[in-house]
């Protein structure tokens, strides 16, 4: 037995004894392409690890990487190298998408606390110990939600920028900055695997765990840096409008799940949100096509509301044609009694 799991056993036995105690906490990263950004995630995770020791909590990250094509797996192992906790990389052979990854993650675990990042998302010092300080003040019946700060580079994220109008989210929750007990994680039976593509598990998980009687907690002192490049290229267009036509896939199983208006609201599916974007795109005058030289006329002017409005309202709207798409050929599997 290493000192690691003799720690741990004596700790999740005092957790549980205490009922609001966290003696020691996994990282659960999900990765896939992300050679370029992975390494200052994980070396901001490790200087965060400072700040667990007068709290006596043991750490270690764990990479679920998802059939990446690129060097992301060698930069994690380059790393686990010479990191001062364990730092582990399980592979996975083909994608499974980022709530599949995260529960091969979860699974292979050994922390009481799950501490969700993203592989773009750079952390501050106290990042760890503010999620572990408030379940400990909060006890045991909680999950915690940092704040996410939105930065188009490394660079910016390392100035560590204070947050803007345009960082607030009301999200149940966001596994790019998270934390969750095991045990209630296993509970709920983690990440639902009916998404099969990327959008609303965490959003679903939270639900769920609320369903279980937990209380999300605000964490703002738990602070990350999603890093965003600017949208400049037709190539970078595409990319984040194909990860919105994911989302429409998963929102139809979102609302599958959870029938009713408040579902509908989550997913955008009514007529107003239908308005607004196409208000958003100044009546379908800003399109796909054209959309770049929009932004890049706001952009020169310092306009930046126009520049977030025209881009979200083309972004979404391929998110909103996804969705619609998938409802009408799940209909039809319907009305032909195909499964």
Not at 71 to 97: D, F, K, N, W, Y
Not at 227 to 240: M, W
Request: charged share 25%.
């Amino acid at each position: 037995m290493t000192q690691w799991d003799s720690m741990n056993d004596r700790r999740v036995h005092e957790s549980k004894t205490s009922g609001t105690g966290v003696g020691s906490l996994t990282v659960v990263m999900p990765a896939r392409n992300r050679a370029r950004l992975i390494g200052s995630c994980l070396k901001s995770l490790l200087n965060a690890t400072m700040a667990l020791k007068p709290l006596a909590v043991t750490a270690e990250i764990v990479v679920a990487d998802d059939a990446s094509t690129d060097e992301t797996a060698q930069v994690v192992e380059r790393i686990a190298e010479s990191a001062t906790i364990p730092v582990r990389c399980i592979h996975l052979p083909s994608r499974q998408g980022p709530g599949r990854a995260r529960n091969a993650a979860i699974e292979a675990a050994r922390g009481e606390l799950i501490v969700f990042v993203d592989s773009d998302v750079v952390v501050e010092e106290n990042f760890l110990a503010a999620h572990v300080a408030a379940h400990q003040a909060e006890g045991p019946n909680i999950f915690t939600v940092g704040r996410l700060i939105s930065v188009p580079t490394l660079e910016v994220a390392l100035s560590r920028p204070q947050p803007t109008v345009w960082d607030f989210s009301s999200a149940t929750l966001d596994t790019a900055n998270a934390a969750v007990r095991k045990v209630h994680l296993e509970a709920v039976g983690a990440f639902d695997k009916g998404f099969e593509v990327m959008g609303w598990q965490d959003i679903d998980l939270g639900r769920r765990l609320k369903q279980l009687g937990l209380t999300r907690v605000a964490t703002d002192t738990a602070v990350g840096y999603h890093i965003q490049p600017p949208i400049e290229t037709r190539q970078q267009l595409i990319a984040r409008m194909n990860k919105e036509r994911e989302r429409g896939v998963s929102a139809v199983y979102f609302m599958k799940k959870y029938p009713g208006l408040s579902a509908r609201l989550a997913a955008q599916d009514t007529a107003f949100h239908k308005g607004f974007n196409w208000i958003c795109r100044l009546g379908g005058l800003i399109r796909e096509e054209n959309v770049l030289a929009w932004v890049a006329w706001a952009r020169r002017r310092g306009y930046r509301a126009f520049e977030k409005m025209w881009l979200a309202g083309v972004i979404n709207q391929a998110y909103l044609e996804s969705l619609a798409a998938t409802r009408r050929a799940s209909r039809q599997k319907r009305e032909t009694g195909h499964p």
